[in-house]
């Protein structure tokens, strides 16, 4: 079975600076990875995905994410933060050739300070 | 866009109650899940469904079933509700082929759920 931890429960920032939320994943097998945000009151929205080829992964809000095989790993990155950006973020994996749902970590609890 | 909707924001129900959540999607996606999420926990599938009368338990499935008699409704029952079982309930659909693992989740806004 795969697994999500992503290492940090809270990283405050601050405005228009960079940020990075880390993921690391564990599978036997290969995965497709996705980050979600959060915002309050509200359901998941798909930030980004990879599901193969390039391993720098391009998503809406200046988002990106890098697939690291060999450290098994998928962080998230902004290079320029905005109050707006001040949500949960969700990182999750699912198994490549039939998925039984999807195995989220247990969010980042990301905090633009002014 | 996708459209998943889920029928209420907020709900508030007593122990022991049989409990509905509801969910619709628009996208004719062939599969829909249910998830719960829970601070420090992130979110637990509870059950998922890749047909009409198909069903498949999650990680979390206990004190739970599930519903699909359309295409586009998915149904969570809470059998006998329990004081734990108060959570934020979160309904996803995606497309079905050519795998089911590549496809992203379209998530519904959630339903808030206490039990007295």
Redesign the interface.
């Known amino acids: 079975a795969q697994s999500v931890t992503?290492l940090d429960?809270q990283v405050p920032v601050f405005e228009e600076a960079p940020v990075e939320l880390r993921c690391n994943y564990s599978s036997s097998v290969s995965v497709?990875l996705?980050w979600?945000v959060q915002y309050p009151?509200?359901?998941?929205?798909?930030l980004l995905?990879y599901?193969s080829g390039s391993t720098l992964v391009k998503g809406i809000n200046g988002f990106e994410a890098e697939f690291n095989k060999s450290q098994t790993s998928f962080h998230l990155r902004k290079p320029s933060v905005h109050i707006s950006d001040t949500a949960e973020y969700?990182c999750a994996v699912?198994?490549?050739?039939?998925?039984?749902?999807?195995?989220?970590?247990?969010?980042t609890h990301l905090i633009i300070q002014p | 866009d996708v459209k998943v909707t889920q029928s209420s924001r907020y709900l508030v129900k007593r122990t022991g109650e049989k409990v509905f959540l509801e969910c619709v999607q628009d996208m004719d996606h062939e599969n829909m899940f249910w998830y719960r999420q829970d601070p420090g926990l992130g979110l637990r599938l509870i059950y998922f469904s890749y047909d009409v009368k198909m069903k498949e338990k999650g990680d979390i499935p206990e004190g739970y079933s599930v519903s699909r008699e359309k295409k586009e409704r998915f149904s969570l029952i809470l059998e006998s509700a329990s004081t734990n079982q108060t959570s934020m309930y979160l309904c996803a659909s995606s497309l079905g082929r050519p795998l089911r693992g590549n496809q992203p989740q379209h998530f519904g806004d959630g339903t808030r759920l206490s039990i007295l």
């Open positions: 992503q429960s497709y996705f979600y009151n509200q359901g998941l929205q798909l995905k599901l969700f699912s198994v490549g050739g039939g998925a039984d749902g999807l195995t989220f970590g247990k969010g």
